[in-house]
């Protein structure tokens, strides 16, 4: 029996805090969106259009993120991961396609590599490449760069569009990626997922990347899809890595529908 979902908005309290959660409802297959380190819900907009009312669409802000999610003692990436299945088990969901943009493509990649039963499958946007970009010199200039943007970030705040965590909070988040991106931490991760996955990659820099950086973290990722055939590239676009949400999102859209038709093969109930 098919079962419809309402659309639901709201917080769902978890540990110390309350996440800002949006659910679309429906009878389609469950997408969770996973965020940008700093980003909001808001950025997977014009993709949900795209994709339309076939599906049912779960986003929410992270701890500290936008308007509405609350503060926390904890911003650890570990919990981020965690934040996942309070959010399906809030609203229900048992199992979900994940889609997750930079940060959130690592989130995507640990827990559909934690969850093979629960995962439909996982579409990863410029991130979960591995490679050891961070080294002591990089430290450095990351946390020079958000004490710099210090002041764009407190003005931009009561917007929601930059977080309410500190500059050394947001520098120590950004450090422990690049310890969580290294070939040695990510690379099992990668080799242990077991569902359909595809990346849709960019082209050029990021915010605080330098020169050929950026391509050379995406070149990084060609071991580790011929190691596990279930990994693949669904598309490079032209945008760069800030702005692929905002370009290239019919990519983003293609992927998901490429990843749940791969999933359709195999498992009748995942559509």
Known sequence: MTI??????????????????????GTGTPIVYLNGQFATQGYWRRTITELGDGWRHITYDERAR???????????????????????AARGVERALVVGWSYGAFIAAHW???????????????????????????????????????PVTWLLRPTGLTPRLSAAQQAESNIELGRIARESALGPVLDAIAVPTRYVLASGASLGS???????????????????????????????H???LRKDFRAVADAVREVAALAAETSPEAR
């Open 4 to 25: 419809e979902h309402p659309t639901w908005s709201g917080l769902v309290p978890i540990d110390d805090t309350a996440l800002a959660v949006t659910d679309t409802g």
């Open 66 to 88: 936008g308007r509405k999610s609350r503060t926390s003692a904890d911003y650890s990436f570990e919990t981020a991961v965690r934040d996942v299945d309070a959010v399906l």
């Open 112 to 150: 559909a590599s934690r969850n093979p039963q629960r995962a439909i499958g996982a579409v990863l946007v410029e991130g979960a490449e591995p490679n050891d970009w961070l080294d002591d010199a990089l430290e450095v200039r990351i946390r020079k760069l958000f004490r710099l943007l210090t």
């Open 210 to 240: 330098k020169g050929d950086e950026q391509e050379k973290i995406r070149a990084s990722l060609d071991p580790a899809l011929e190691r596990n055939p279930n990994l693949g590239i669904s598309a490079k676009v032209a945008s760069n």
């Open 242 to 244: 800030d702005w692929i």
